[in-house]
């Protein structure tokens, strides 16, 4: 089979969630498959380093798709002509994006529809071409992966799509997060927080990771315990620079206990999330919430939302606050920081929920949804 890849996100030095999804995911797949051709289309310069096997084609198709204007060109008008020349039998995009003029089979992986519930949240034009396109990708879709039965549920009774027809496939986590020695604690945390415990926070900075909050509670727990403990925010600013970059420049020229880090890169983002004391993770909207695992690899306590997809992830192994409760929010990371015991057993708790999430288990449950489509377009060509 001539299978074809979406690559877009697979972009060296700038993976984020989908991104580490793909690579993971599509490393083990064209491994473990070296019966079937792969094409991989990027819409830039792609890094050698994507291109896994020898059963791998790489091809760029520009335009970069950098805004909706070239999402429409590149998938509606590119891509169809694309799929056509290389002769695809099948297309998968794991970032949920579809071809609808082309008539190959497709297969998206719909990581959540957050923009349905909270279309404000996103650019005007983002969340139209969001909200016009993706109920008409997933009823074009030949099968749909998913990555939490939350999501499951929403793409199903949303859009009104066949629940049979969408695979739960779970995200994993970079099994390179470990626990650190207290050593190497103290060693991170005067790097990242001049030598204090510190609650961190990884995400996009985004009006849904609802980071707001986060501090607003943070500041109201400094304020009834008189704790040294700080903030550390990592994650990079979305869809531009606005708003929450004026709100964070403010927070850091007045706090000192608050620091905002940017992206980091793997190695220093291992770091700094084994030598935290928690993670303090409270969205209003997650699909799966690849942090929550990350830090129970990484063998650090969770406080995180009571919605959507974050109790299926977190199961017993974490605490829980909702994302509009500050007073909650704060309470826990009182507990947090007051009872060692209770770190102590989350961590152990962690330990034994993190087993349900493996890059392994995902991209097995990858190549099933793949394969059905295979099978059933093997069968029809007998």
């Known amino acids: 089979m001539n299978i074809a890849v979406n690559c ?56 970069p798709t950098r805004h909706p204007f070239l999402w429409y060109l590149w998938f509606e008008w590119r891509l169809p002509r694309v799929l056509k020349k290389i002769n695809a039998d099948l297309f998968f995009s794991p970032d949920g994006y579809l071809s609808l003029r082309s008539k190959v089979p497709q297969i998206p992986v719909i990581h959540d529809i957050n923009f349905a519930h909270r279309p404000k949240d996103l650019p005007f034009l983002t969340r139209h071409y969001y909200n016009y ?18 999501s499951q549920k929403d793409i199903y009774k949303t859009y009104r799509i066949d629940k049979s027809l969408i695979d739960v496939v ?102 700094a999330l084994g030598s935290a004391l928690a993670m303090t993770f409270v969205p209003w909207f997650e699909g799966f919430g690849i942090p929550v695992v990350e830090a129970m690899y990484a063998g650090v306590p969770v406080l995180t939302s009571t919605e959507t997809s974050l109790p299926e992830v977190g199961g017993e192994a974490v605490l829980y606050a909702h994302p509009g409760n500050v007073e909650e929010i704060a309470d826990q990371m009182k507990k947090l920081v007051s009872d060692g015991d209770l770190r102590k057993e989350l961590i152990q708790k962690g330990f034994w929920q993190k087993e349900k999430f493996s890059w392994d288990k995902t991209s097995q449950k990858v190549w099933e949804c793949l394969d059905t489509v295979i099978t059933e377009l093997e069968n029809s060509h007998d």
């Open 133 to 150: 396109f993706f109920p008409r990708f997933a009823r074009k879709a030949d099968r749909i992966c998913t990555v939490s039965e939350y």
């Open 170 to 271: 779970y995200n994993g986590a970079n099994e390179a997060y470990t626990p650190f020695t207290e050593k190497d604690k103290q060693a991170g945390r005067l790097k990242f927080a001049e030598g204090s415990e510190y609650f961190i926070f990884i995400g996009s900075i985004h009006p849904r990771k609802n980071l707001g909050n986060l501090i607003e509670a943070f500041d109201r727990f400094v304020e009834q315990t008189g704790s040294e403990v700080k903030l550390v925010v990592v994650g990079a600013e979305m869809w531009g620079k606005g708003r929450s970059e004026g709100q964070r420049a403010d927070i850091e020229n007045r706090r000192s206990n608050i620091s905002f880090l940017g992206r980091l890169e793997s190695d220093e983002l291992r770091v």
């Open 8 to 63: 877009r996100l697979l972009q060296q030095g700038r993976l984020e969630g989908i991104g580490w999804f793909m690579y993971e995911n599509l490393k083990r797949i064209t491994k473990n498959h070296p019966e079937h051709q792969f094409f991989f289309i990027f819409d830039r310069p792609y890094d050698p380093s994507f291109i896994f096997s020898d059963n791998i084609k790489a091809m760029v198709v520009g335009l």
